[in-house]
Nanobody
Framework: QVQLVESGGGLVQAGGSLRLSCAAS????????MGWFRQAPGKEREFVAG????????DYGDSVKGRFTISRDNAKNTVYLQMNSLKPEDTAVYSC????????????????WGQGTQVTVSS
């Protein structure tokens, strides 16, 4: 089992920045690829960013490319999502997820999930 706890969400004005963190516990963190997903009210959960076990490969959803950066610190069992140039349409609950193997865009490919943290971007 892997337990994931997100933090860092909040209210920010459009154009601002936030950094989300996801702390993992349980099994060996570096065994897992990590992903960030988000879900806005009335919408499906969508892939935001993913990072492989060592951090040398990353992937991003089209809507956040060039604005968001995913990173990880295996010594701290933590994955981060730096979000810059935030837009009102980025408002959602952001969740981190873990899976064995490589990055996947599908939410169903991930085995472990955190509870999520709310990000609200005001216009």
């Amino acid at each position: 089992q892997v337990q994931l706890v997100e933090s860092g969400g909040g209210l920010v004005q459009a154009g601002g920045s936030l950094r989300l963190s996801c702390a993992a516990s349980g099994r060996t963190f570096s065994d897992y690829a990590m992903g960030w997903f988000r879900q806005a009210p009335g919408k499906e959960r969508e892939f935001v960013a993913g990072i492989n076990w060592a951090g040398f490969r990353t992937d991003y959803g089209d809507s956040v490319k060039g604005r968001f950066t995913i990173s990880r610190d295996n010594a701290k069992n933590t994955v981060y999502l730096q979000m810059n140039s935030l837009k009102p349409e980025d408002t959602a609950v952001y969740s981190c997820a873990a899976r064995s193997g490589g990055i996947r865009f599908s939410r169903s490919a991930y085995d472990y999930w955190g509870q999520g943290t709310q990000v609200t971007v005001s216009s």
